[in-house]
């Protein structure tokens, strides 16, 4: 288990080592190292998901460790309440950012070990606190720079994360 305290409250995952094994250490240990601690929820679309995991306040980007195998082909499926890493167009390119899926998004799913089939890899789901996770899903968005959509307009921060045994 883990608990993501944010400025909303907290969301506490339960995490699939046995579906997601390195998908779920590389978490473990971005949490461990405080990776997490004061990051933004830096994109937020209602009717799909809130991404995490990436920048700090101000929009800073975050170092990260090299990517983790795209492990999507576990069986696991982009539902309500599902957490899933979030990566580039390259399906193995996944390092630190995470979105908690707000809404059944099948297409996000494994189909093929293809560059257009491959999907994205469910490795928790959340336990405790999905009113949390549905009061950001709802907060007002914009746009930052010229990069950046769908960013809330008034920080939503993970403060910190508390890893359990």
């Given at each position: 288990?883990?608990?993501l305290?944010?400025?909303?409250?907290?969301?506490?995952?339960?995490?699939?080592?046995?579906?997601a094994?390195?998908?779920v250490?590389?978490?473990?240990q971005?949490?461990?190292?405080?990776?997490?601690?004061?990051?933004?929820?830096?994109?937020?679309?209602?009717?799909?998901?809130?991404?995490?995991?990436?920048?700090?306040?101000?929009?800073?980007?975050?170092?990260?460790?090299?990517?983790?195998?795209?492990?999507?082909?576990?069986?696991?499926?982009?539902?309500?309440?599902?957490?899933?890493?979030?990566?580039?167009?390259?399906?193995?390119?996944?390092?630190a950012?995470?979105?908690?899926?707000?809404?059944?998004?099948?297409?996000?799913?494994?189909k093929?070990?293809?560059s257009?089939?491959?999907?994205?890899?469910?490795?928790?789901?959340v336990v405790?606190?999905?009113?949390?996770?549905?009061?950001?899903?709802?907060?007002a968005?914009?746009?930052?720079?010229y990069?950046?959509?769908?960013?809330?307009?008034?920080?939503?921060?993970?403060?910190?994360?508390?890893?359990g045994?």
């Open positions: 288990m883990v608990t305290h944010t400025t909303y409250g907290d969301i506490t995952l339960n995490l699939f080592a046995d579906k094994p390195d998908t250490a590389n978490f473990l971005y949490c461990r190292d405080g990776h997490y601690d004061n990051t933004l929820f830096h994109r937020v679309i209602d009717g799909f998901m809130i991404q995490g995991g990436g920048y700090g306040p101000g929009f800073e980007e975050k170092a990260t460790r090299a990517p983790v195998k795209n492990e999507a082909g576990n069986g696991l499926a982009n539902k309500v309440g599902t957490v899933a890493m979030a990566r580039t167009m390259e399906p193995h390119s996944a390092t950012q995470f979105f908690i899926n707000v809404n059944d998004n099948d297409f996000l799913n494994f093929s070990a293809t257009q089939g491959f999907g994205y890899c469910v490795f928790g789901e405790e606190g999905m009113d949390v996770v549905n009061k950001i899903k709802g907060v968005t914009g746009t930052r720079g990069m950046h959509q769908d960013v809330p307009v008034d920080d939503v921060l993970i403060t910190g994360v508390t890893v045994e």
